[in-house]
């Protein structure tokens, strides 16, 4: 048997995040060794691509905000199938949460009095989003980082983890792979943190970038926890379009936050033309009052552009579908036509939004300060996850701990843009609390060889296969063409069910799947192993997505179009059954306290 590295310390991370990096820096703060994994070099997850902001209701902007209107706007936002104890407890932390990052060195863009300044957001009721620039996500993992890296965390880079060990039913340690070198680690923990974000990467159009493979998701699931909301998968309204190369990268919310507008080929707003029912008495009925908002008009009301993500990509899927699309198949957004309202518009868009201006002219020669953007949407992010205690972010499976985005709960439907950035932080302390709370009052736990020895063995498996065998990267396109026209905006049964299908004959190829060379910086090898992750998921989704008969938040049916007040009872689950085969199930929603049902009323 091949042979491995060991390392051991009482609480491993996997995921080097903003979530991974909030908890390893809470579970550190206890004193206890804490191990941090992360796939890529630290410093350059996912979290780094954050454009807009953190939300959190600090009212330093508009001072009517509080938790409990930030509290509301989540709920409505999740449409109600939200873990409202999640929702509460990140409405109420959030503020803290980044007040201590500013303690921590986070340097926000501020308000004229020097406090921390706020922008609008779509789904929030006020300006929420403490950001900086249009970079925020740098400046957090900048922070978390150096502020981590001085409480003596170990971290393991370009590791992948692919399996976790149990023992009793306990996790353990798990087992991965170097990246560069291809030699095998083993780590023992007494509890382990998954924070290893989403899964863009199973369909072909994504904001996300290559480590979103779903894999912390998957290690749940191969060690029995329980999986929630996978069918909620959020398409981000404005993603690039063109050119090809670009497609799917984010054109951030905050461009609409700054004033800009969605048009269709015939120059109109088509947003104003389909204003949901709940969200009509806090949206804009004119331009002008909408224009209003993003100015700071606590009078007005947001502009629909500013609804939230699932309606706005759900109104672009109509406009291009019905020919009013743009010449490369998406929607017009246009921020340069502040200019008509601002007398120093350019520089203004180019210090508001520094990253959109750069991504524009660099990549698709566009000047955003002249000329509107092409945009369509994009898979963004999921909102189904982890099956986790709101409390204590543990799983189903003792000693296994989940946070950020490869975690469910919080967001239910929909996520309203800005709440991930504060999620890793509320959701991240906790679990890294919990976790070395739970590795204190354990002992060690024994590996198993026989687990490490099955998983040497199926790690190496593409290679026995060799090169004369099919490529990985033939099935993880397919299966990423085929994820997005089945199971994609807009669903139905029938479409899902040839998923199904195509699921079953795409695992029969993965497990035939071949790669030359050898172990050392071999990404075709590492594509192989990825596809189970890939696939794992794609089924959760769609299985998911069938059991849901109707449409809410990001899952779209034009089958069953609307929303029906028993399927706001519940929560789909996904698990392991012991033949091996995904069951579905539903978990019934727990009545919410009347303290906080008050809450949402007063909100209406
Ligand atoms: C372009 C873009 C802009 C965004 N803007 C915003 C915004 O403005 N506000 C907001 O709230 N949200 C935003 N989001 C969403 C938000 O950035 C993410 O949801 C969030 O950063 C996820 O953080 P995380 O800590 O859960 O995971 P990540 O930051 O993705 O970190 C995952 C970590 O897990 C590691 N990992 C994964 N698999 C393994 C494995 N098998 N073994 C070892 N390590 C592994 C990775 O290497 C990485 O270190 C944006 C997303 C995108 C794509």
């Known amino acids: 048997m091949p042979e491995y590295q060991t390392h051991q310390h009482d609480v491993l991370i996997i995921g080097a995040g903003g979530a991974g990096l909030r908890a390893a820096i809470e579970a550190s703060a206890s004193g206890l060794s804490v191990g941090l994994v992360c796939k890529s070099l630290l410093g350059k997850a996912h979290t780094v691509m954050a454009e807009g902001g953190i939300a959190a209701a600090l009212a330093n902007v508009d001072d009517r905000d509080s938790w409990k209107v930030h509290f509301a706007d989540t709920m409505r936002g999740g449409q109600y199938v939200n873990n409202w104890r999640m929702a509460e407890l990140h409405a109420k932390e959030a503020p803290d949460r980044v007040r201590e990052l500013e303690a921590w060195g986070a340097m926000f863009d501020r308000t004229q009095d020097g406090r921390i300044l706020q922008r609008n957001f779509g789904g929030h009721r006020y300006p929420r989003l403490a950001h900086v620039g249009d970079r925020t996500g740098l400046e957090m993992i900048r922070t978390l980082q150096d502020h981590g890296i ?169 406009e291009i579908r019905e020919g009013r699309g743009s010449p490369h198949g998406g929607v017009f957004l ?143 396109y397919a299966l990423q063409d085929m994820m997005q026209d089945l199971v994609g905006i807009v669903r139905n049964q029938g479409e899902m069910l040839r998923a199904l299908e195509a699921l079953a004959g795409l695992k029969e190829r993965a497990q035939r799947v071949g790669v030359g060379g050898h172990r050392e910086y071999n990404p075709g090898w590492h594509a192989a192993l990825d596809l189970h992750n890939l696939l794992v998921v794609s089924e959760a989704i769609t299985r998911s997505a069938i059991e849901r008969r109707e449409s809410r938040g990001g899952h779209f049916r034009d089958d069953y179009p609307d929303k029906h007040a028993e399927f706001g009872t519940f929560n789909t689950i996904v698990k392991k059954g012991s033949d091996g085969a995904m069951i579905v199930a539903r978990a019934p929603i727990p009545p919410m306290p009347d303290e906080l049902k008050k809450v949402i009323e007063e909100m209406k």
Request: proline fraction near 4%; glycine fraction near 12%; include cysteine.
């Open 334 to 476: 246009d921020i340069s036509w502040i200019k008509a309202r601002l007398p120093n518009a350019a520089e203004h868009i180019k210090k508001k939004l520094p990253s959109m201006y750069h991504q524009f002219k660099q990549l698709a020669d566009i000047d955003i300060t002249r000329e509107p953007m092409e945009v369509g949407p994009t898979t963004h992010y999921i909102m189904g996850g982890v099956r986790v205690d709101a409390d204590t972010q543990m799983s189903t499976v003792p000693g296994l701990f989940a946070a950020g985005e490869c975690a469910a709960g919080i967001n239910g439907a929909n996520r309203l843009g800005g709440n991930s950035l504060s999620d890793l932080l509320v959701f991240g302390k906790r679990a890294g609390e919990h976790a070395a709370k739970f590795a204190r009052d354990q002992g060690a736990g024994t590996i198993d060889q026989r687990q490490v020895d099955e998983a040497s063995k199926w790690a190496l498996a593409p290679f026995d296969r060799g090169a004369t065998a099919e490529g990985p990267y033939q099935v993880q």
């Open 150 to 318: 001085h409480q003596g965390i170990d971290v393991h880079m370009e590791c992948t983890i692919v399996r976790l060990l149990t023992d009793g039913g306990r996790v353990v340690g798990a087992f991965g792979y170097e990246r560069e070198r291809g030699r095998f680690k083993v780590f023992r923990t007494r509890a382990a943190v998954l924070a290893t974000g989403g899964v863009g990467r199973a369909y072909k159009i994504t904001s996300n970038s290559w480590e979103y493979t779903g894999d912390g998701h998957t290690l749940a699931y191969d060690v029995g926890a329980e999986l929630m909301d996978m069918e909620f998968v959020q398409f981000h309204p404005t993603g690039m379009i063109w050119p090809p190369s670009v497609r799917g990268i984010l054109v951030t919310e905050g461009v609409r936050g700054e004033g800009g507008v969605l048009k269709n080929n015939q120059g109109r707003r088509f947003m104003f033309d389909d204003i949901p029912d709940n969200y009509r008495s806090q949206t804009a009925d004119n331009e002008e009052e909408g224009w209003r908002y993003t100015q700071g008009d606590k009078a007005a009301r947001r502009p629909p552009e500013l609804l939230t993500r699932d309606h706005v990509s759900r109104c672009i899927v109509r």
